[in-house]
């Protein structure tokens, strides 16, 4: 039996786990779980668990018909991309962005997701990215965290300006606004500078907690 599948099934019993360093993300750890393999931050799941399950509960909402240039801000390990591919049959262009060299580095050696093909992994920081790139997308998918949080500059105006630049005609947008229910404030606040182009749909409490919005051009 192999390392690796007997931490698998040894996980169902007790979880097995390692600490990985990052200057970014103070507190990475990679390990089995009940049989599933994850990158967890201290508080929250970053990649392959109930993350994964939020981000492919929005992506039902969307028809993959017509979208052919995907961007992924905030790719963690690479999870929302073996979505897209196994799940929702989508094999066209990705474009994921994600700002810790160290989890890019953890996503290739722990789950096999690096940049080759039609897949291209673009280690910056995603607001410095979308204000720079000429490129436009279909589906932009917003999963920017440290930890728990969604950086501040995530829900201000000038980020959403340039998003809405960057999106095709009838392009998604789906973003990925707390691992709780979004407040009553920042809710109001974030909606009133809100491009007027978008149309929008709110999804509280999704998976028993996150706040998703999916936005169309």
């Known amino acids: 039996m192999s390392k690796e599948i007997w931490k698998k099934w040894i996980s169902y019993l007790i979880p097995q786990t390692r600490f990985v360093p990052s200057r970014i993300n103070p507190h990475l750890e990679v390990g089995w779980i009940e049989g599933r393999k994850v990158l967890d931050s201290k508080y929250t799941n970053y990649s392959y668990g ?119 005609e009838n392009g998604k947008v789906l973003f990925n606004a707390g691992v709780e229910v979004l407040d009553e404030k920042t809710q109001i606040i974030f909606l009133e500078q809100l491009p007027a182009i978008f149309n929008y749909t709110i999804f509280n409490g999704v998976m028993g907690g996150n706040t998703l919005i999916l936005l169309e051009k």
């Open 50 to 168: 109930p993350l994964q399950e939020v981000l492919e509960y929005g992506l039902k909402k969307i028809s993959f018909q017509n979208i052919k240039s995907v961007l992924i801000l905030g790719m963690g390990a690479g999870s929302v991309i073996k979505s897209l591919r196994n799940k929702f049959n989508y094999n066209h262009e990705i474009v994921a962005v994600e700002l810790d060299p160290i989890v890019i580095q953890i996503a290739d050696e722990e789950f096999d997701i690096k940049s080759e093909g039609n897949l291209k992994i673009i280690c910056e920081d995603a607001v410095g990215f979308i204000a720079a790139t000429q490129q436009t997308f279909d589906l932009i998918i917003i999963d920017v965290f440290i930890d728990k949080e969604v950086p501040e500059k995530i829900y201000l105006e000038n980020f959403w300006l340039d998003i809405a630049l960057i999106t095709n």
